[in-house]
């Protein structure tokens, strides 16, 4: 390099010093995409890069500095080789003779070293310059590389995933210290996509075998790549003996020491949920020397890779790179049923959605965003305002924030009286962006009631409107400070006010539009965004506070299941005081989804007539609402539905056999309790297609947990799980949960 470049003594060593600083950071680059495993996928990339950059210096003969960063790159690639290179002689070296191995391998690096240096030498005497020497080694590099490809073509297959994995995707990888060095392990996943399998091989470094159907295993695309990764054909078309073939050749993997990866619910689920475990996993393992490992898969229902919305790559990425969960639970034993195993992965769900609070925003941050996509589509809708588009309820909600500012600026939680209506919606969204927590009050209690609540919650400021107050004959609880909507509209949001409310919604960061709305401090999903008070059925009522992530899961997790479409609208007719009128208000705000409002529930006339004229898809109601709509609603103003959900009450086989004969849909059934924010079981629509049938619910029961949520039925007495169809008490864990004590009661 020293006559090539023309460089002086002094500065002859720097070429070589700047390939010795590019393998440091290449070996700490290389640190970071192997994610603490043996990464070899990494040396294909590293042996490739090492010819492409020596190509690039061969044929430009840069000058001096260009020639410094090549040097650099090349270093670097060298680093990105030799890193997982060495771990890998380590990793597969016997404990015994490790120490033999690598000697061996420090012996034969040098010998390469030495034989690259009389190589270079015989190639100037022929006569060739610098640039062709180093065409060379780049040539003899592709060769190399080549080779190595062709002895462990997994590494090629490894590249690709390091590369998707660290671009497209950003996986996350949590427990693999559970996943045992050695021995045979059987890795027990959820199945929510067709690139299950290799989010689990791109996050282990024992690769894993895998059984999957044989139509896939023996397309001509994939059948190279299934053979690369051990792939174990299974085609429960062909019969049981077809099936018991595949699962012994699954157990004789296991018997030689290998990791097997079987997904136990047998297909994809189609609904969100997580299907029923079959009995092969126990065939398998049953017997053998080997532990099970159960495996969660997050954040993959809605890839382009999920059925989501019933299209199956057919849809744009949410966000790029697209976030994954990959969590390993603790090893099981070889003789644990299906049930058991499902409940562990049951369990690292509720871990892995833990995870998401970290790029969770607040709940109207989420909603501001929402807002701003596709501005002129109806959010929301009553009989006094028709026609509400997001733009609008953006606009409003900064003007109401912005108006109420003098007046509940030194509150830290603000009272909401008001009934579902396109103003309580508003007025909700308002608080929320100033900072707010909101406490809507529960107006059906009377006087004392709200008098209670509003001293529990230390509520000095209460939002309400003069009319709602004079028809349902009620009274603002006193002393608190009293502010009506009429009231302000009339005297503190003029044009002006309106116009400049109108220019933040559309143009203010949002850090900005919140500042301007009054919230100086930044919320986080973990402050409290709302107190609601319980019904009373298990006691006294009581305040529970909400946390937004508390809320924003519920919303997630039962968009899961109920795949919301674009055109899909909901009748908002429970109280916003009631969790679950709570929960359809932040829906149809982080999910784009229009909220029609009816302040009326039991006006089963003016019910149906909102269904029919706004086309409402999805109904949220009581037993008793239904029973009631059932007798006075025709079913031509329901066509419209199709997603029928009860809850709040027992819903009785008389009450669905009759709404079902009148309208045509079956409803389903729910269970929640306010201190889950509320949803914990949900009945869903079935799943059908040709060749697929996954019921989303059966008769008499509530339907599955939220995604994200884990229900165990245990005895009260010692805690322990109780068989299927046993009473008990009912444990319920998940991120909707609150974590927080509840309001002290009076």
């Known amino acids: 390099s020293k006559l090539a470049l023309g460089l002086e003594d002094a500065t002859a060593g720097l070429p070589m010093a700047a390939v010795g600083v590019g393998i440091g950071a290449g070996g700490v680059i290389a640190g970071r995409l192997s994610g603490g495993k043996v990464e070899v996928g990494l040396v294909p990339l590293g042996s490739v890069s090492m010819a492409v950059f020596a190509t690039v ?3 430009l003969a840069p000058g001096f500095w260009g020639t410094l960063v090549l040097m650099a790159a090349l ?17 597969r070296a016997p404990a015994d003779r490790r120490g033999s191995v690598i000697a061996l391998a420090n012996v034969l690096m040098g010998l390469g070293m030495i034989a690259g240096t009389f190589a270079t030498g015989f190639l100037a005497g022929l006569g060739l310059t610098t640039q062709g020497i180093l065409l060379a080694a780049a040539g003899v590099t592709v060769l190399g590389t080549a080779w190595a490809l062709w002895l462990l073509p997994a590494a090629f297959i490894r ?79 062909l019969g049981p003996d077809e099936i018991l073939r595949a699962l012994r050749a699954a157990g004789d993997a296991l018997d030689a020491g290998e990791v097997v990866l079987i997904f136990p619910e047998g297909q994809l689920t189609r609904t969100g949920s997580l299907l029923q475990f ?45 976030p994954v969960t990959v969590a390993y639970g ?4 070889a003789d644990t049923s299906a049930n058991d195993v499902r409940w562990a992965v049951a369990d690292l769900g509720v871990d892995a959605w833990d995870l998401r609070r970290e790029d969770r925003g607040t709940l109207h941050r989420r909603a501001i965003r929402v807002l701003r996509r596709r501005p002129w589509a109806l959010q929301f809708a009553d009989a ?24 509940w600026e030194d509150d830290e939680r603000v009272g909401v009286m008001l009934p579902p209506s396109v103003a309580g919606a508003l007025v909700t969204l308002a608080a929320s962006i100033a900072g707010k927590v909101v406490v809507p009050l529960n107006y059906t209690t009377g006087a004392s009631g709200m008098e209670a609540a509003a001293r529990i919650a230390g509520l000095r400021t209460v939002v309400t409107s003069r009319i709602f107050c004079a028809k349902a004959s009620l009274m603002p609880p006193g002393p608190v400070g009293r502010n009506s909507l009429e009231n302000l509209a009339a005297g503190r949001i003029g044009t002006r006010d309106r116009l400049a409310a109108l220019l933040i919604a559309l143009l203010a960061p949002v850090r900005l539009l919140e500042r301007l709305c009054g919230n100086l401090r930044p919320r986080s999903v973990d402050d409290v965004a709302a107190i609601v008070f319980s019904s009373g059925s298990t006691g006294d009522p009581k305040g529970v506070p909400l946390t937004h992530f508390n809320i924003s899961s519920n919303v997630e997790g039962v968009a899961q299941v109920f795949r919301p479409e674009r055109d899909d609208r909901m009748l908002g007719i429970l109280p916003l005081f009631h969790a679950f009128g709570g929960l359809c208000l932040w829906f149809g705000l982080n999910r784009g989804m229009g909220v029609v409002f009816q302040p009326n529930p039991l006006d089963a006339q003016a019910v149906g007539k909102m269904v029919a004229k706004h086309r409402v898809t999805l109904l949220l109601a009581t037993p008793t609402l239904l029973a009631l709509y059932t007798r006075a609603c025709k079913p031509t103003q329901f066509g419209s539905l199709r997603v029928v959900l009860a809850g709040a009450e027992k819903l009785t086989d008389a009450v669905r056999d009759a709404f079902e004969d009148r309208f045509g849909i079956r409803p389903l059934e729910g269970y929640g309790c306010t201190e889950c924010a509320p949803a914990v079981a949900l009945g869903v629509p079935d799943f059908r297609a040709p060749g697929f049938y996954q019921p989303g619910t059966r008769r008499g029961a509530i339907g599955q947990p939220v995604p994200g949520v884990s229900v165990r039925v245990v005895d009260p007495a010692t805690f322990e799980p109780v068989p299927a169809g046993t009473e008990g008490l009912v444990l319920v864990r998940g991120p909707n949960g609150t974590g927080k004590e509840l309001v002290a009661r009076a």
């Open 159 to 237: 590249l690709g995933l390091v590369l998707a994995t660290h671009t497209v995707y950003r996986l996350r990888v949590t427990g693999l210290e559970n996943v045992p060095k050695t021995g045979g392990v059987l890795l027990a996943p959820n199945h929510v996509t067709f690139a299950d399998g290799l989010f689990v091989f791109a996050s282990l470094d024992r690769a894993p075998r895998f059984l999957i159907d044989a139509a896939y295993y023996n397309h001509w695309l994939l059948r190279p790549f299934m053979r690369v990764m051990g792939g174990i054909p299974v085609s429960p078309k």
């Open 330 to 333: 603790a090893p099981l034993p």
């Open 57 to 59: 210096l061969g044929v």
């Open 384 to 407: 006094s305002r028709p026609r509400v588009s997001r733009l609008a309820v953006l606009t409003g909600a900064v003007a109401l924030a912005r108006a109420l500012r003098p007046r």
């Open 75 to 91: 270093g670097a690639s060298a680093g990105v080789l030799l890193v997982p290179l060495n771990a890998l002689i380590q990793w």
């Open 278 to 322: 079959r009995r092969g996993i126990e065939r398998i393992a049953s017997g053998r020397d080997c532990v099970i490992v159960p495996v969660h898969l997050d954040r993959l229902w809605g890839s382009i890779f999920s059925r989501e919305g019933g299209r199956f790559l057919l849809k744009l990425p949410k966000r790029l790179p697209y």
